[in-house]
């Protein structure tokens, strides 16, 4: 009906699909939003349409891109034991300790559990990875791309 080829309305489609997905994400205003469709060189008339589209629709698609985000499992609790082997048939006098870690996750309303076993100087060294990462979380380039994310 429209006397185009089938990649060219492909492209389009796909094309207002990922203006109307992006900037609903990113809940930009009306004028951003016009500012943005206005490099594209469309009609004023068609930069009005999709001014509308974008407003009436953006909350709904906003609720289904929430919910086609995977569900991650959440953290619940935490279990850990210190083991020492002290001594064995062969040798006497040995130290050989092992910290065993159960953690415990909420998925669905489900629980499960993983249990990880491990000796201290490596706990210690995921330990310094972890309060590593949490103060690079801390940055502001790390900032900006969390807001954006959400």
């Not at 850990?80 to 006497?92: I, P």
């Not at 249990?115 to 995921?126: A, E, G």
């Amino acid at each position: 009906k429209l006397n185009l080829g089938v990649d060219t309305v492909q492209h389009g489609v796909e094309g207002l699909t990922y203006l109307l997905t992006e900037s609903s994400k990113l809940m930009i205003s009306e004028i951003d939003f016009q500012d943005s469709i206005h490099v594209l060189g469309f009609s004023d008339e068609l930069n009005k349409l999709l001014l509308q589209l974008y407003l009436d629709n953006r909350k709904e698609i906003r609720n289904i891109l929430g919910e086609l985000a995977p569900k991650l499992p959440s953290y619940h609790s935490l279990e850990w034991r210190l083991d020492v082997q002290l001594a064995s048939r062969s040798l006497r006098q040995q130290i050989k300790p092992a910290v065993t870690i159960k953690l415990h996750f909420d998925q669905n309303e489900d629980q499960t559990a993983q249990v990880l076993q491990t000796d201290p100087s490596t706990l210690l060294h995921l330990i310094q990875q972890l309060e590593q990462a949490l103060g690079e979380m801390k940055t502001n380039h790390c900032r900006r791309i969390v807001r954006n994310m959400k």
